[in-house]
């Protein structure tokens, strides 16, 4: 089945630049989507369409990609994007799948 | 305004059949390229896509549990139904109903999720 691979932690100090990277076989093919949940509450979407940004978003998120990884950077991190961030994507035949997290820490 | 809400049982036992229903508004069923989706995450776990029902009635399992899994909708109830066979304790979970209005222009995401409802399975 398909995966997205994420790594388990990023850590930065405020107003760092913190890069979150997700990678899957199918990415070159397909869009990916960018999720951050903070304790107790429900997912919210940051970046669709690899790059693009929903509104009311802050325009420190942003999304990239290259060949089989996509990458979220979050500029000048503030201590309210400390959270669990997840990648998200669909295969060819409709299978939608999620990344397995990566909590954020601001230091 | 578009919002989704979960209900269901709060506790199973183990080898029962768990019914899960999403309660929706502000969005039809019946639009092209609306889906509404369902999503768990175990206590302090990641999150792990289940199945969703799209306006034309197809439907997506996970392939790890789609002999379980069963997604219906009632579009004049505003309402989908999920059910999951077979409970067992590590289906404890939070799960969450979420809406994806893209599918047809071959986006697929959800921009729009129910506040979740924690399922524990013990006997």
């Known amino acids: 089945s398909y995966e997205l691979t994420q790594p388990p932690s990023v850590s930065v100090s405020p107003g760092q630049t913190a890069r979150i990277t997700c990678s899957g076989d199918a990415l070159p093919k397909q869009y990916a989507y960018w999720y951050q949940q903070k304790p107790g509450q429900a997912p919210v979407l940051v970046i669709y369409?690899?790059?693009e940004r929903p509104s009311g978003i802050p325009e420190r998120f942003s999304g990239s990609s290259s060949g089989t990884t996509v990458t979220l950077t979050i500029s000048g991190v503030q201590a309210e994007d400390e959270a669990d961030y997840y990648c998200q994507s669909a295969d060819s035949s409709g299978f939608w799948v999620f990344g397995g997290g990566t909590k954020l820490t601001v230091l | 305004q578009i919002t989704l809400k979960e209900s269901g049982p709060t506790l199973v036992k183990p080898t029962q059949t768990l019914t899960l229903t999403c309660t929706f508004s502000?969005?039809?069923?019946?639009?092209?390229?609306?889906?509404v989706g369902w999503i768990r995450q175990p206590p302090g776990k990641a999150l792990e896509w289940l199945a969703l029902i799209y306006w034309d009635d197809d439907k997506r399992y996970s392939p790890s549990l789609k002999s379980r899994l069963t997604i219906t909708k009632d579009t004049s109830k505003n309402q989908v139904v999920l059910t999951m066979t077979n409970m067992d304790p590590v289906d404890t979970a939070t799960y969450y109903c979420?809406?994806?209005?893209?599918?047809?222009?071959?986006?697929?995401?959800?921009?729009?999720w129910g506040q979740g409802t924690l399922v524990t399975v013990s006997s």
């Open positions: 502000g969005f039809s069923l019946s639009t092209s390229g609306v889906g």
């Open positions: 369409k690899d790059s």
């Open positions: 979420a809406h994806s209005g893209t599918a047809a222009a071959g986006l697929y995401y959800f921009d729009y």
